[in-house]
């Protein structure tokens, strides 16, 4: 199991409710393949540097996980095809 980080940015023109339920969709995704998350920060609603897809604000994630690169792969292709995802980034953090 190694360590990783991801963050997301979540766009702003759809419900509350649709935001926690992509948080919670994320979440299971590393914790059903057998990972775990150590931090999950949810930052809220931030400006964003520049103008992305029309989108001048967002709401920022960031979770903290051990999992298999089998879980890093699934991850990067769910968040590739979801419409809610503005940007993402995931890194492998280097004890």
Do not use: C, W
Not at 4 to 32: C, H, L, P, W
Not at 49 to 69: Q, S
Not at 73 to 79: I, K, L, N
């Amino acid at each position: 199991m190694r360590k990783y980080e991801v963050m997301y940015i979540i766009r702003t023109d759809i419900e509350q409710e649709a935001v926690q339920s992509t948080v919670e969709k994320f979440q299971g995704i590393i914790t059903n393949n057998g990972g775990e998350i150590t931090k999950h920060d949810v930052m809220g609603k931030r400006r964003l540097a520049y103008e992305i897809n029309k989108f001048r604000d967002g709401h920022y994630v960031l979770v903290n996980f051990t999992a298999t690169p089998e879980v890093v792969a699934e991850m990067d292709r769910v968040m590739k095809i979801s419409d809610e995802i503005i940007r993402y980034l995931i890194t492998k953090v280097e004890a």
